[in-house]
């Protein structure tokens, strides 16, 4: 079983930066990260596997950065230029087979974190 730890969270005004980080207890081959706002579907936001390729929701792509630090099985998402409608909780997710490009459905991954909150003011 792979636990995931995410970190970075928590309020920041409309137009400014976030990094969230996500610690793996142990190696996977596909990461992503999953947003959920209140009354909304959880819905993916970037995907990366362990070769680099990546692949972006529509809404965040040019502002968000998916990457990874393969030696310490850690995930990371640069958000910049963050709008209010980016406010959510933030979920880690890995599994440990390999698709190309990486997938934004949950049902492609096994393992969660327990999710950073990300709030926006205007």
């Known amino acids: 079983q792979v636990q995931l730890v995410e970190s970075g969270g928590g309020s920041v005004q409309h137009g400014g930066s976030l990094r969230l980080s996500c610690a793996a207890s142990a190696y996977t081959k596909t990461m992503a990260w999953f947003r959920q706002a209140p009354g909304k579907e959880r819905e993916g936001v970037a995907a990366?596997?362990?070769?680099?390729?990546?692949q972006y929701a529509d809404v965040v792509k040019g502002r968000f950065t998916i990457s990874q630090d393969n030696g310490k099985n850690t995930l990371f998402l640069q958000m910049n230029s963050l709008e209010t409608g980016d406010a959510g909780m933030y979920y880690c997710?890995?599994?440990?087979?390999?698709?190309?490009?990486?997938?934004?459905?949950?049902?492609?991954?096994?393992?969660w974190g327990q999710g950073a909150q990300v709030a926006v003011s205007s």
């Open positions: 997710a890995a599994d440990d087979s390999q698709w190309i490009p990486p997938p934004l459905g949950q049902g492609w991954y096994h393992y």
């Open positions: 990366i596997a362990k070769g680099g390729s990546t």
